[in-house]
């Protein structure tokens, strides 16, 4: 009666254009606490999970498998709550209880996961990482690692996808053998210590582990000098990201043949993501000429990032979460390494208005907007109510108080950015901001025509 129910509210919603919206999962769980014992699974069933990167890769993973030709459901602004998973798999059957897709990807929040997977029981599980989020997400990372041992825990049959370069997730204990995907060092570039610090004593022995290579954060491959403790030895390494053509190659375990992706990214965070679709759909035995033709027709949500170019200029939308330092300080450690000129707008202020309003600001200090101070980083766009401790921040950065523009009044941002000596401009954007970063990213299009024009 339950699915019944929710067949007729979902196409209630369709009809109405409310799609994107889970209140028909909010009403399938208070009618049926139970409804996700019972609703059956299409034959392919894979879930991702993680602190940073579960969006981006549960929707290629939807998109990957469209391209193969599998009719598919996934939740795709990101419901990733009991509300959100009880829709996906009503809309994964008919009326009558049977698979109607081929298909169902669900992105998992990492704190509730257990409730909902050790019912569904997919069978992929993907760990994107574990690490420090703001204390409304989340809490303590360790904290979050045991929310999702106790998930993997309740999952018999599932296979476990791990990060072997994340010494917090990649140590998780699985039921079933383990896949696990990692990044072989660059020699040629320079990592910097962050402010914020994950990952600091040995979970063996409690002494102080070593890297033999660091990419961001806490994420590399790690060993104990005291008790031999090391990172598990990866399936899929990702023997070398080529930044200039956007190829990403890997070394998969057992052989010395090299296979190179396309992919649509070039920072390193996002070669992590396509290793982990990569480490997935190889498990599953796709051929690798199939997955490479795949892989070339996919691109990052549009949530995540957006890019054109007008006039010469490259204009891009990307995420960056406010709140909490590690996720802004991998962003800016990517432009920290761009190349040309570059003007960002940061639009970083989570909430600030109504009766939910919080901005406190002692992330900024475990943000490393130290890697901002770079020649070729010619302006700082900031605005809203906080505008001026994003100022002393940058000011203690040594950022020059020229490159700083503050404009009290977000909305009028788009008065004061400017094109001249500019190859790149980024407008970094809150989770919860997509729309207004494609707006403004529009805007400044527009701009940038119309001033062209003129001259």
Known sequence: MTLWCSKIVIALMKATGHAQDDRPGVLIYKLCPNFLDYVKKPKITVAVTGTNGK???????????????????????????????????????????RPK????????????????MSKIQPDYFIVSNIGRDSMRRNGHPLYIRQCIQDTVDSLKESVIILNADD???????????????????????EFKEPIIKDFTVCPVCHKQPEYLHRHYLHIGEVQCPNCGMKSPEPDFNGVELDRENSVLKVREKGSDEVFEYNIASTS???????????????SRGIPYEELKSALSQVKLPESRELTSTVHGIEIHSSMCKGQTGGSASVVFEHLSKEK?????ILMMNEEYEGLDANETITWFYDTDYELLNKPN???????????????????????????????EDDKKIIDYVTFEDIDQIYILHEVNRVTEGR??????????????NEN
């Open 268 to 282: 390193i965070f996002n070669g992590f993501n396509f290793l982990s679709l990569i480490a997935y759909f190889r």
């Open 101 to 116: 897709v081929d298909a169902t990807v669900l992105e998992v929040d990492e704190k509730t996961a257990y409730e909902d």
């Open 167 to 189: 010494p917090i997730s990649g140590f998780l204990k699985t039921n079933t053998e383990p896949v696990y995907y990692a990044m072989a060092g660059e020699p040629d570039v």
């Open 55 to 97: 969006t981006s890769v549960s929707s290629m993973i939807a998109d990957v498998l469209r391209v193969q030709g599998h009719t598919v459901t996934y939740n795709d602004w990101g419901a990733n709550l009991k509300a959100g998973h009880c829709m996906i798999m009503a809309n994964s059957v008919n009326m009558f209880n």
């Open 377 to 407: 980083i010619k302006r700082i766009l900031v605005g809203g109510p906080v505008y001026a401790d994003y100022k002393l921040r940058m000011k203690i950065a040594g950022i020059p108080d020229e490159k700083v523009v503050c404009i």
């Open 340 to 344: 040309g000129n570059l003007e960002l």
């Open 439 to 452: 707006l403004l990213k529009e805007a400044i299009e527009e701009k940038l025509r119309r001033e062209k």
